[in-house]
């Protein structure tokens, strides 16, 4: 069992950055994929970026340029540079974990945080 435990997200302002960090109790394997989805109010939950054991990254289009994924792998902790935040970014965002190309959709994720809040104000 992974467990997944997110940091505690916050209120900015428009144009204005914020880190998230995910720390794993283990990877899922050796070949493994983790990555950062979100959920506003009345919306399915999508991806936002993701990375995988060898390093190869996917970002969505509606943050690329403006948010960053990085995985420190010896602390086996996620993060999520967000900078140029806008009030459309405001949603609840989860921390996730699966095996090698599980990260693609949101059904064939086996791992889930329990989510961290991310409020942008205009």
């Known amino acids: 069992q992974v467990q997944l435990v997110e940091s505690v997200g916050g209120s900015v302002q428009t144009g204005g950055p914020l880190k998230l960090s995910c720390t794993a109790s283990?990877?899922?394997?050796?070949?493994?994929?983790m990555g950062w989805f979100r959920q506003a109010p009345g919306k399915e939950r999508e991806g936002v970026a993701t990375?995988?054991?060898?390093?190869?990254?996917t970002v969505a289009e509606s943050v690329k340029g403006r948010f960053t994924i990085v995985l420190d792998f010896a602390k086996q902790t996620l993060y999520l540079l967000m900078n140029s935040l806008k009030p459309e970014d405001t949603a609840m965002y989860y921390c996730?974990?699966?095996?090698?190309?599980?990260?693609?959709?949101?059904?064939?994720?086996?791992?889930w945080g329990r989510g961290t809040q991310v409020t942008v104000s205009s």
């Open positions: 996730a974990a699966a095996y090698e190309g599980g990260c693609s959709t949101v059904g064939s994720v086996p791992y």
């Open positions: 283990k990877y899922p394997d050796s070949k493994f994929c």
């Open positions: 990375r995988n054991w060898a390093g190869r990254t």
